[in-house]
């Protein structure tokens, strides 16, 4: 291609952005006004995304010349500068520069997520677990190991647990002089399947044996006297009371297997210990053992409910139906397909024919044969080999559905009041449209509050509609964008994933609107102390976001210190999608 044809392409390119700007002059006009060149700026991108242009990229580069492939806040500027070097004496004005569109996405930034970390430009977030395990002392290391927010999951506890877990972050902040802010995540219209028939109070103790059967580690379980029932076994307070060390508890488990528990009192409480895996089901009787006479019996309280399961095979049916009444295991010899339910009913009347339906974070995948009135009959198409089993409270995905479904719902709006009157930062699950941010930029003007709002990208829908979700995002400060990496993955592909969150970074760049790198990140490290190497690599290209978050585990503040790390490291090789050209670490 001739410099002169390049020249008339790129002129091509400059008239479709500025057709583009001219026919959105409303969006403009609506717009906050702190916002409109961003606004502009992204309208500019689209129009240049529009078409397939990696063509003028190569021929751009081949000439030596700044390519496209860097211009995301600053569109037009740039093309501008481009077409001067090819002797275009023309030019459409634009105050949007570089300098100009990193000024912006910064002030965005701190507007949002508040004052910039010392060391990094990138932030940490924290999901927080129960206010009993997040303390004051466990915030307070938190907070050293480099964390800036704090998320609170609103499907998850309820206002005095939310209130327990602020409190004892500001407590925190006073001590260490540290600065954090508050995000509440609002739990959205999320699709789980309902519960199935059958489950029981059951305590499983496993032990550990080598490769020759032989014994590693016993089976160790709390005992206590909550009748209410916990995590261990439980017995009334005056049976607690008699147990001493080296006591012995006999009983028969579920399979009728003689098992023997060992007494050992510990610091942290009251254990048995066990050397044989057992089952024990609720009421069962034990006998109290001390120097080889009886001496006490009595029977277990509550134990925790294991649910029942679905085994779902390659080929079989399955019948997904509206609302949360128990699901039933096939009946094969009557014929009888294996029933689940939806707990969002307005789903099912949404699902039409030869549509995909996800199960288990995808685990299972099913094609939609028949629908029927407030059910839907799918065939199994992917799932383990030897069956994968399927229970109530697991995530349900419709990549192929138009749902039609709110974003907000009516325990969301509840949920509100509290968000709105007590965190930083309000976030949005499951972000459809541009519908579902015009109700929460109401309900926040509606609360008298300048709060930012994080718009959750999890769906297919969402991706698609993200221009229009931004148009709509930029009528009110501060907002910004979440890649929930899980719930996406399974919509759109865990093979189209990467591409997915790169365009996702492209786009909010080119609205200066700040991006949260969220889901697994680190999540071996946090929940084992171990990390994996692809999660190291993982964490390192998370460096291209403004935020990266971390979800709870035993070993979380291990995982902030080694993530703050890498991003201070990274930092000086790469921002955005540009690499810095630091010295190398090698010899030459």
Sequence with gaps: MSQTALRDRLKKLRTAMVEAENARQEFLLHAHPQNRESLRNLIHYLAMRRDDIHELQLQLAALGLSSLGRSEGFVLDNLN?????????????????????????????????????ATRHVYIMITAPSANEADVGWMSDCLRAGMNILRINCAHGDEAEWSALIANLRTAQTQTGCNCRVLMDIAGPKLRTGPVHGGAEVLRLRVKRDVFGRLNEPARVAIGANEKGATGLNFPAAFVAQLKDADSLHFRDSRGKKRRLTISRRAD???????????????????????????????????????????????????????????FPADTAAGIAA???????????????????????????????ECGRGEVRLQIKNARVGGSRLRGEKG????????????????????????????????????????????????????????GLILKIETQAGFQNLPAILLQALEQNPAGVMIARGDLAVEVG??????????????????????????????????T????????????????????????????????????????????????????????????
């Design 269 to 327: 409480g009251l254990y048995g210990i066990c050397e044989a895996s057992a089952y024990i089901l609720k009421h069962t009787l034990f006998s109290l053992h001390r120097h080889g006479h009886v001496v006490g019996e009595c029977e277990c309280g509550t134990l925790p409910f294991v649910p029942a399961a679905l085994t779902l095979q390659q080929g079989d049916e399955l019948v997904l139906f509206a609302g949360e009444s128990e699901g």
């Design 529 to 588: 102390g171990q990390p994996s190497r692809a999660e190291i690599t993982d964490a390192a290209m998370s460096v291209r976001a403004e935020c990266v978050m971390l979800n709870k585990g035993p070993h979380i503040h291990e995982a902030v210190r080694l993530l703050a790390d890498i991003l201070e490291k990274m930092e000086k090789h790469q921002y955005k999608k540009r690499n810095l050209f630091r010295s190398l670490s090698i010899s030459y």
């Design 81 to 117: 500068r481009v077409l001067q070097y090819l002797g275009d004496s023309e030019s459409v004005a634009t105050t949007l520069t570089w300098a100009e569109a990193e000024k912006l996405l910064h002030r965005n930034t701190r507007s949002l997520l508040g004052k910039r970390p």
């Design 396 to 451: 349900i995905n419709l990549p192929d559905t138009k749902l039609g479904i709110p974003a907000i719902t009516e325990k969301d709006y509840q949920d509100l009041k509290f968000v709105l009157a007590h965190a930083d930062i309000v976030g949005a699950s499951f972000i459809h449209s541009a519908a579902d941010v015009r109700s929460l930029q109401q309900a926040i003007r509606e609360s008298g509050r300048e709060i």
């Design 339 to 369: 029933r689940i339910g939806c707990t969002v009913p307005e789903a099912i009347a949404a699902i039409k024919p030869g549509e995909r339906v996800l199960f288990d974070d995808g685990k299972i995948a099913a094609q939609v044969v």
């Design 494 to 527: 865990f093979e189209r994933l990467a591409e997915i969150q790169e365009e996702i970074l492209w786009v909010c760049e080119a609205a200066h609107v700040p991006v949260i790198w969220a889901t697994q990140v680190l999540e071996g490290l946090a929940q």
